[in-house]
């Protein structure tokens, strides 16, 4: 369970424009073990989508740049890897679930097709019906009837979508899931019965994931670790016990948590976290949440902080530097 | 599916109504007396009066029009005024030189636009790109007329290397197609052009990069059976109007086709060769937006689920 599956190290991204260049990830690193599944939380825009992406190697063509960074994969660095042995790689050892299952299939082939088709590329020398024997399979795991693989995505509803691209996702047994929100399209009844099929899946199959979500409720389900993410930077990140119930914490993910409404507290307003995600192709000096950190000192407009790591649970933030070590320690 | 293409095909009964009711009206309610022109300025009262009453000229305009429709049921199209032959053998033996060039044209048209659009959909703001563009808006502002003559100083008259008339043999159409196709053509790279660029965006072919797929077999299979819908619309349209016979082309060319056909019975004030051969264009677009919809429906599985309903 220990073993290493995927090591970031100080990634930077960024999308090149005429007009400005947009910082989308700055100096992240993260790590994932076999089998372990990671939520990266954050608002949007904080850069969650766009570091899935660059380890997919499938930051927008012309646009988005992968700048500075690592991204090992198994020992071997991703981002050194040429396009023909990352299409090797897409869909059989990293496979990615988007947003919108409404939008993620092409509306011109059969649901079967699709299936069929990552398999018939990672699989050389399956015959037909192995082939369809195995998409077959996939249904029947996604709770699907395989009969009705002959139908197009249109006469689909959109949790069943999303079923057929996790199919498709899990269709060569990655050792890598990514994915991006699977469940903001889907409505609440839905989300769940998604959420608990992939947690079952990826157990069984031994699967490590990265959850894409801004859904705490969702971390608290389906994580082991979760990573906080703020305008490109990962600011905490640890257990999802440390997240959940550790007694120190970055202020954003203070703020985060407080603009959750509580339903046994009477209150007429939500809480939310004051002012907006600052513009990625103009961050703030020093840490990039001062402007609208309720703690902000003097030295927080000067210098980024440096992480603060106490067993594991690290933060990000001029609060636990010096004379902090009781806060740490807690 | 069945269903749709009958009621389709029933609609066509209104549209040649319309159509032929609309151009009785303007070829007897203008003025210009059709027997006169053919018997000439000094002609007699008797003459001319014994002629429209062969005709058919001397009935009032609603009787005339009914009993056009009458003899229409029967098959009757009746006879040009001038060659006294049944109007359709005059419309079929022009049309095959119609077809001829509206095909080819047509054929050139598909075949570089929808290829030109890819590439330079693939390659977008690239150098090849920024010139196809360019050759492309030229391409849609040259008149046809223009075109059609230079192509004839060149090929014709400084290389001598193809006629500049005829419709006996095939290399007669080498020049009138290219002319005709010319707009057809740039059209075409375009709407594929940017057709394709909407397609390439959006998320399914995402997912099949995800999936692993080879860029070649994304272009040319998740993305051109999406993009080529608006394409294969614009084909229709096109080679409605070619076979509706492109009178510049013809002129130029000096193709007897259908466009020439019907500017002479215009001129001639020919009003049964004229109905015949307007209302068979029309007969034959409305066939050709048809098969342009049933055509959808092969591409695009969610149509053919709206026409079954």
């Given amino acids: ?330 | 599916m069945h269903k749709y293409v009958i009621k389709r095909l029933l609609m066509l009964i209104p549209v040649i109504l319309g159509i032929t009711f609309i151009l009785y009206s303007i070829m007897t309610l203008t003025p210009g007396d059709p027997v006169r022109m053919i018997l000439g300025d000094g002609a007699t009262d008797e003459a001319v009066e014994q002629m429209r009453e062969e005709l058919g000229l001397n009935k009032g305009f609603f009787e005339g029009y009914v009993d056009y429709l009458k003899d229409a049921a029967h098959g009757d199209f009746g006879k040009s005024y001038r060659t006294r032959e049944p109007v359709f053998n005059e419309v079929f033996a022009r049309f095959p030189n119609t077809l001829k060039l509206a095909s080819s044209a047509i054929a050139i048209s598909i075949i570089l636009g929808v290829l030109v659009g890819i590439i330079q959909a693939v390659h977008q703001y690239s150098i090849l790109d920024n010139i196809i563009s360019g050759i492309t808006l030229i391409c849609t502002s040259i008149p046809d007329f223009w075109f059609g003559l230079i192509l004839i100083i060149i090929f014709c008259v400084n290389l001598k290397l193809l006629p500049a008339s005829g419709s006996d043999h095939w290399y007669n159409y080498v020049l009138p197609a290219i002319t005709a196709s010319m707009g057809y053509t740039a059209g075409t790279i375009r709407l594929t052009r940017s057709s394709m660029l909407e397609v390439i965006r959006s998320d399914y072919i995402r997912t099949a990069r995800a999936k692993g797929t080879d860029e070649r077999t994304i272009t040319y299979r998740h993305a051109l059976k999406n993009a080529l819908l608006p394409v294969v619309t614009l084909i229709g349209i096109n080679l409605g109007w070619q076979l509706g016979g492109t009178i510049i082309v013809e002129q130029i060319f000096a193709i007897p086709g259908i466009g020439t056909l019907m500017i002479g019975a215009v001129r001639s004030k020919d009003i049964p060769l004229l109905m015949a051969s307007v209302t068979f264009v029309a007969v034959l677009s409305s066939l050709i937006n048809l098969g342009t919809d049933i055509l959808y429906a092969y591409i695009d599985p969610r149509i053919k689920a709206e026409y079954s309903k």
């Fill in chain 1, 1 to 330: 369970m220990e073993e290493k599956l995927l090591e970031i190290k100080d990634l930077c991204v960024e999308y090149k424009t005429d007009e400005e260049t947009v910082y989308a990830v700055n100096n992240l690193s993260l790590s994932i073990n076999k089998g372990e599944t990671l939520g990266l939380v954050g608002e949007t825009g904080a850069g969650k989508t766009t570091t899935a992406l660059s380890i997919m190697k499938l930051l927008p063509q012309k646009i988005g740049f992968i700048k500075k960074g690592t991204i090992y994969m198994n020992g071997q660095d991703i981002i050194l890897k040429s396009e023909e042995e990352m299409r090797k790689i897409r869909g059989k050892d990293i496979s990615m679930i988007f947003q919108d299952p409404m939008t993620s299939l092409n509306p011109v082939f059969t649901v079967g097709e699709q299936v069929a088709e990552v398999i018939k590329l990672h699989s050389e020398g399956k015959s037909k019906e192995e082939i369809e024997k195995r998409v077959d399979e996939l249904f029947l795991m996604v709770g699907l009837p395989a009969e009705r693989k002959t139908e197009y995505p249109h006469q689909f509803s959109g949790g069943m979508k999303q079923r057929i691209v996790i199919a498709m996702a899990l269709a060569c047994e990655p050792q890598l899931l990514l994915a991006d929100e699977p469940t903001t399209a889907l409505d609440v009844t839905i989300q769940a019965q998604v959420l608990k099929m992939m947690k079952d899946l990826k157990d069984k199959l031994n699967t490590a994931m990265i959850l894409i979500t801004h859904d705490l409720g969702v971390v608290a389900q389906t994580c082991d670790k979760v990573a906080i993410m703020y305008a490109g930077e990962i600011i905490e990140h640890g257990t999802a016990e440390d997240i959940f119930e550790g007694n120190f914490h970055h202020p954003y993910t203070v703020g985060l948590f407080g603009s959750i409404p509580d339903l046994t507290t009477k209150s007429k307003r939500l809480h939310p976290i004051e002012g907006l995600m600052p513009d990625p192709s103009d961050l703030p000096h020093g840490c990039r949440f001062n402007p609208r950190c309720p703690k902000c000192m003097d030295i927080c407009t000067k210098a980024e902080p440096r992480e603060y790591i106490s067993d594991g649970h690290a933060v990000k933030c001029h609060l636990f530097s010096d004379d902090s070590s009781e806060k740490k320690e807690g």
